[in-house]
């Protein structure tokens, strides 16, 4: 079993930066693609970005393109979205996923997700 903990969500004004963290148990983590996902009031869960198992690939989608930036630290078992020119529509809960099994692409169609996390908000104000 792994568990999943976010971190680093927060209210900042558009245009600002926030960092994520999310730290995993165990000793598995070097073997998991992560991922990032959000939930914005009354909408669907959404895809956000994704790092295969060593960090080499990673996925994002469109509307965070040039904006987010997803790393990870297997030495730390920690995963990290950097999130730069917020915009009012990324206000959202924050997710962290893992996945044993596929690519950091098929995260992105939240195939094959074994762990979630909580979730940390994040709310961006214009």
């Known amino acids: 079993q792994v568990q999943l903990v976010e971190s680093g969500g927060g209210l900042v004004q558009a245009g600002g930066s926030l960092k994520l963290s999310c730290a995993a148990s165990?000793?598995?983590?070097?073997?998991?693609?992560m991922g990032w996902f959000r939930q914005a009031p009354g909408k669907e869960r959404e895809f956000v970005a994704a790092?295969?198992?060593?960090?080499?690939?990673?996925y994002y989608e469109d509307s965070v393109k040039g904006r987010f930036t997803i790393s990870r630290d297997n030495a730390k078992n920690t995963v990290y979205l950097q999130m730069n020119s917020l915009k009012p529509e990324d206000t959202a809960v924050y997710s962290c996923?893992?996945?044993?099994?596929?690519?950091?692409?098929?995260?992105?169609?939240?195939?094959?997700?074994?762990?979630w996390g909580q979730g940390t908000q994040v709310t961006v104000s214009s």
């Open positions: 790092i295969s198992r060593s960090g080499g690939d990673t």
């Open positions: 165990g000793r598995t983590f070097s073997r998991l693609n």
């Open positions: 996923a893992a996945a044993f099994g596929g690519t950091a692409h098929t995260m992105g169609l939240m195939l094959g997700i074994n762990y």
